[in-house]
């Protein structure tokens, strides 16, 4: 089946720990996006990457890092730098070009205890 | 950078009564889309309406837009306890490649 894995669905960290948040997907996207959502509130774009080795930054950047070596995968690290990171991280992927819908894997919960 | 601003932020209705939910934005867009998210759950797609259509529908689900207004409705007919959801509207930006961007949503609960 295709479609955009994200692992591990839960996930505790101490704080000033990083921790590597993954996501694959077999969709053969260019596109792929990282989101943030806090309890009862939207999405917040994080960091998107529309090809290979190349990625921007979204409106929350700060305290993340990512990487798109391959075009399968993105993940995320939440450095100790990000100052509140307990919240539900949701990947994305799109073809990228024209007018394209977003295909979400199903979240990654990520608690600082 | 929100763009959009879905409105009711929450909707409760029984089970058979349409819902409505409505959403806006700010600038100029080429689409826009409308999500479902269940509690815990990664967002599922439901329909996308290109700039320049006004209505479209799929199954149960009817969506309007508005340019001149910069707004959008999705209309849910016939609702049923398992349309229970949030339902996100996103509209593409293209600041560096698309990417998408989403509004704060609106949680809507079909009681049986």
């Known amino acids: 089946d295709g479609g955009i894995t994200q692992s591990p669905k839960y996930l505790f960290r101490k704080e000033g720990q990083n921790v590597t948040l993954s996501c694959e997907q077999n969709?053969?996207?260019?596109?792929m996006y990282w989101y943030r959502q806090d309890p009862g509130q939207g999405l917040r774009l994080i960091y998107y990457s529309q090809i290979v080795n190349d990625f921007q930054k979204g409106d929350i950047a700060e305290g993340y890092s990512v990487s798109r070596e391959k075009k399968e995968s993105f993940p995320l690290t939440v450095t100790s730098a990000q100052k509140n990171p307990t919240a539900f991280y949701l990947c994305a992927s799109s073809h990228g070009q024209g007018i394209s819908e977003a295909f979400f894997g199903q979240g990654t919960r990520l608690t600082v205890v | 950078s929100q763009q959009g601003e879905e409105d009711p932020q929450a909707l409760s209705i029984q089970e058979g009564e349409n819902a409505t939910m409505n959403c806006s934005y700010k600038t100029s867009i080429n689409n826009l889309q409308w999500y479902r998210q269940n509690s815990g759950r990664g967002l599922v797609h439901l329909i996308l309406i290109r700039s320049n259509e006004r209505e479209k529908h799929s199954g149960r689900l009817r969506v309007t837009l508005d340019t001149s207004k910069k707004s959008s409705s999705l209309l849910i007919t016939a609702s049923r306890a398992a349309d229970t959801a949030s339902y996100f509207c996103a509209t593409d930006a293209w600041d560096y490649g698309q990417n998408f961007v989403f509004g704060p949503g609106t949680r809507l609960s079909v009681l049986p």
């Open positions: 969709l053969n996207h260019d596109a």
